[in-house]
């Protein structure tokens, strides 16, 4: 005969265990609900379900079931239902209580009957070894009283409780324990509100259904459940006693386990696994178990049902009654991954969801036939770096677009490198792990589909922890008649920020970047960050930053920067975050024209022959409609040994919005890269602008531009060679400043106008690969000769000055 377990829904609550609590090892409340009869209600009477967790048969006979109200007073008394008989070992004893005029569903035939009439949302019920009336009224006085085999408040107003009182409960709701029947004394830790589910000592329920004694699959198995498209054929229809081995269990957060077939069938697009979701209850089954499972097949889209969310599905059973037919019984073998290159079909930008598989094709409808079952991969590479939440990126396909660091290169858009899976934080998750890190041996779990990345690894198991041996990038010294410019996200830095956060970065400034000569900088918010009270000014977050650059062994750098309106340039609200430059004043001099505000747009004038800035710093354009809710490029003009070099300072609109790479629209639309190409279209007619003046003008522009090397928006802003892209000048392996989602890329830039001809770039890898992270972007940097405008007498002064340092050397 199987063993019979019902999953419910409920809400777990906090747990305070009282000092005098002696949890039962045998009889106790199980279920209690107070709704009987009353409107809304399902059930027509109220009633008190016992249970025996110990191996032998308790007696009852001289016991007594007893109900205080929540607010006891003085003139509260305890009501009694005297009891007779026993329970069972592993079985129910169902008491009726109060009966009302509402309901359409009566309880099974109840083990006892009483006339008590329990409130819907708050009381006390005790289960007692005698039947006469409890006197306690306080928490103390009802623990001293040996008489109390066990106790239950419900409501949190309750006075008379084990520990914590559980939620309130409702005219739909009961407070009920687990199938585990877990004791630790505490009622809102052991007892959980769902719907009520009495039953009595025959098994039976509402109904009079009971328990199959000879259970039997059904005629539905895990591949009819999954399907040979993303979406079940069977989805929100109820099926009976599907079969499959239980692989694996999860008792937190998206709790439940999962099952798999040991008799697949023959159609590589069905998966054999399949999840099933036990909601706030921590699932009884257990790996090995052999089981039948019925319930509801639904599809969880993580995010939400609406048309906006991108996410895919996973298809699970809910609302479950699984059978124990037996337990120890061997798991089936992990399939070793073998993900094929291409990434995902094309729906023309509609949903995939009703097209058939193609599982030796795509690694995305791989993985989807795979949904569910146990898997494993070998030596897996770490391609992007553990993050706060404990998730790792690893991949299937170590050899596609590696990069020289050990990741995976995201050199296009029809490149998104099949491979990558999520790691899920778990028991079994490793150290915290960098790219290019391995985890050797064997990692084994079940494909799921989660929120934030997609197709996920659930481990059971991961491999040994090998150490990739990446260390932070330094790059090498700023020569004499270099010009240094380097960009550096600094991730929503404020002075309110712990001076560790200030140290790292300026750390970073002075040994990663060798101390440049401007260091563009983008994220610095104003002066009490997230505080949202109309600051703007952030003199004290760059106090604090030089500060700590000039303790680190750096130059003592000045800033400029211009103050954003409140709250009209996107990031954290409150925040007000900018762009700004730091300099170095023993090496460049930075030419100010007063007249900079937020709204004013910097324009390009002729002096001497030659471009200037009307303001200096200035906004470029700041009232076009391309920057609203977005950072406004700011421009500098420097001077280096008497040439002009003009620096813009950049942070292009972020990609919220977009949909998601692994989603189910595909291709994705990304819908903010329309605000970042007109915002590339107005920050390429300001170069044009100081071209048309000065065509020999030196221009650098620098920042997170938020887009790849291949975007529209760089295509606009590199049009016709009057800019270059330095990221673009690497080789593809180093083709990246930024990790996501397992991808290595570049959403950071710096572009110098094409009359720059002799430079040193470099990505200075410290932060985007590691797990331990100051931000999460990479900063670069160039070192370059700024021309004098004409290139003849740049070839004499560039040898000249080649000749200065060689004489030093």
């Known amino acids: 005969m199987g063993l019979v377990l019902t999953a419910t829904a409920a809400a777990t609550l906090a747990l305070v265990v009282p000092s005098y609590a002696t949890p039962s090892t045998d009889a106790l409340i199980a279920e ?87 409130s819907a949302t708050a009381g006390t019920v005790a289960l007692v070894t005698s039947t006469t009336a409890l006197t306690c009224k306080s928490v103390a006085d009802c623990g001293a009283d040996a008489r109390i085999k066990d106790l239950l408040g419900f409501g949190t107003a309750t006075v008379v409780r084990e520990g914590a009182p559980t939620a309130n409960l409702s005219n739909t709701t009961s407070a009920a324990r687990p199938d585990a029947l877990t004791d630790t004394d505490d009622n809102a830790t052991d007892f ?3 719907a009520p589910t009495p039953v009595n000592a025959k098994g039976q329920t509402p109904g009079g259904t009971t328990p199959d004694p000879d259970p039997t699959p059904g005629d539905k198995r895990i591949h009819d459940v999954q399907g040979a498209t993303r979406i079940s054929p069977l989805n929100g229809q109820k099926v009976v006693g599907v079969p499959g081995v239980v692989t694996a269990t999860r008792a937190t957060g998206d709790r439940g386990f999962w099952i798999q077939d040991t008799q ?34 639904a599809e969880y889209r993580p995010g939400g049902d609406a048309a906006s969310n991108s996410n895919q599905t996973l298809t699970e059973i809910t609302g479950a009654t699984v059978t124990v037919l037996s337990k120890n019984n061997a798991i089936p073998a992990p399939e070793t991954l073998a993900v094929p290159d291409k990434y ?14 193609d599982p030796a094709t795509y690694g995305q409808d791989y993985y989807e036939s795979r949904e569910g079952m146990l898997v494993q991969l070998n030596d897996a590479r770490v391609v992007g770096p553990t993050n706060s939440f404990g998730e790792t990126w690893i991949t299937a396909r170590p050899d596609q677009n590696p990069t020289t660091r050990g990741g995976t290169n995201y050199l296009g858009y029809d490149q998104p490198n099949s491979g990558r899976i999520k790691v ?13 890190d391995v985890w050797t041996g064997t990692t084994v779990g079940n494909i799921e589909y989660t929120n934030f990345g997609g197709y996920t690894l659930a481990t059971k198991t991961v491999g040994a922890y090998k150490s990739g041996g990446i260390q932070p990038e330094k790059t090498d010294a700023t020569q004499n008649p270099e010009l240094s410019v ?27 970047l060798a101390s440049p000569d401007v260091v563009v900088l983008e994220e610095i918010q ?21 500060d700590a650059i000039v303790a680190a062994g750096g130059p003592r750098y000045q800033w400029r920067q211009v103050n954003p309106e409140n709250k009209a340039d996107g990031g954290e609200p409150g925040g007000n975050i900018r762009v700004a430059f730091l300099f170095n004043p023993a090496r460049v001099q930075f030419v100010d024209r007063p007249g900079g505000t937020a709204t004013t747009p910097v324009s390009v004038v002729k002096q001497n022959g030659r471009a200037a800035l009307s303001v200096s710093p200035g906004r470029v354009d700041p009232t076009n409609a391309a920057w609203a809710n977005s950072r406004k490029p700011l421009a500098g003009e420097f001077k280096f040994r008497g040439r002009t070099v003009f620096v813009v300072a950049n942070h292009f609109n972020s990609k919220g919005g977009d949909q998601a790479l692994s989603g189910r629209y595909q291709e994705p639309a990304r819908v903010s890269e329309v605000q970042r190409a007109q915002q590339a279209t107005a920050l390429r007619a300001f170069v044009d602008q100081v071209k048309a003046v000065d065509k020999g003008a030196n221009v650098v522009l620098a920042g997170d531009i938020n887009d790849y090397q291949f975007s529209p928006a760089v295509g606009t802003l590199t049009a016709g060679g009057a800019l270059v892209d330095l990221i673009a000048t690497l080789p593809p392996t180093e083709r990246y400043s930024y990790v996501f989602e397992g991808n290595s890329q570049t959403l950071d830039h710096i572009l110098t106008s094409a009359n720059i001809t002799r430079w040193r770039y470099d990505v200075v890898h410290v932060n985007a690969e590691f797990a331990d992270q100051a931000s999460d972007h990479d900063p670069q940097i160039v070192k370059l000769r700024p021309s004098t405008g004409d290139q003849r007498v740049d070839k004499l002064v560039f040898a000249l000055e080649d000749l200065l340092e060689c004489l030093k050397k």
């Open 32 to 118: 209690v609900y107070g709704g009987g009869g009353n409107s809304g209600a399902t059930l027509t009477q109220d009633f008190v379900e016992l249970a025996n967790r110990g191996s032998a048969p308790v007696a009852v006979d001289g016991w007594s079931v007893q109900y205080l109200p929540s607010g006891a007073s003085a003139s509260s008394t305890w009501q009694v239902t005297p009891l007779t008989g026993s329970i069972a070992s592993g079985k129910r004893f169902l008491v009726a209580e109060s009966k009302g005029a509402a309901g359409t569903v009566e309880l099974p035939a109840p083990d006892a009957t009483g006339t008590i009439a329990l």
């Open 192 to 194: 959980t509100a769902g």
């Open 264 to 297: 697949p069938d023959a159609d590589p697009r069905t998966s054999e696994g399949v999840f099933v979701y036990t909601a706030a209850n921590a699932p009884t089954a257990e790996p090995g178990d052999n089981v039948l499972v019925s319930g509801t097949v």
């Open 344 to 357: 995902v079909p094309t729906a023309n930008g509609g949903s995939i969801e009703a097209l058939a598989l």
């Open 424 to 436: 899920k934080a778990g028991a079994a998750t490793p150290q915290a792990s960098n790219v290019g």
């Open 486 to 512: 380097a960009t550096y996200n600094v991730e929503n830095l404020a002075a309110t920020n712990p001076q560790a956060k200030f140290d790292r970065l300026a750390a970073a400034v002075v040994t990663n």
């Open 526 to 546: 104003d002066d009490n960050g997230a505080t949202d009270d109309g600051t703007v000014g952030a003199d004290a977050t760059f106090t604090k930053f030089t």
